[in-house]
């Protein structure tokens, strides 16, 4: 079964077919893989469009995670639930806004977020600052959502069986499937959002 790139190149045109063959063999991936990393992606392959990218967003912000450490503090700072609620809905808006309007960079020019950051913090701040920071994010992040999710399905499981899961069984099969979805890319994440 081709994956939705592969799909999409050859019902468009071969010299795509033939674009997604030659970064396959220059990565060294398999065809199946996301090639696309910081090249331009081809006109005949830009088929999402804004809802695609916003039902990923959305797909990943709504998690209990996402609401309830910044809601706690939130609250904690004297302000109501629906009032944490709206900050938390609002603060989502303003980030989908501002990483969509970042990600055209992307495929439109083969500029990737690392490369813009040079034009503000330049080539040594991106690689100070920029760099630790997203490593320490990305993380930070994968790990809680696995940790929280694992502990979600554990707990849920505990009350449908009555019987105890292993934690760690449970988070390394999220991990696994969590990186699964990042090696195959935009793609599968489309289509596991719909």
Known sequence: KASSQEAAASARAPEVERLLADLAQAHRTPRRVEQFGVEVVPQALRTATWADVFVIWFTTVLNP????????AVVSGGLSYWQAVAMMCLGALIA???????????????LPGQMLARSIFGIVGTKVLISVLRMLTGCYWFAF?????????????????????????????????????????????KQAGR
């Open 96 to 110: 989908f806004a501002g990483n969509s309007a970042l990600a055209t960079f992307g495929p439109d020019y083969g």
């Open 145 to 189: 959502q696995t940790l929280a999710a694992a502990l979600g399905i554990q707990s849920v499981l505990g009350v449908l069986t009555g019987r105890t899961f292993d934690l760690l069984a449970i988070s390394l099969a999220l991990a696994l499937l969590q990186t699964t979805f990042a090696l195959f890319g935009f793609g599968v994440m």
């Open 65 to 72: 995670v996402f609401f309830m450490v910044p809601g706690m």
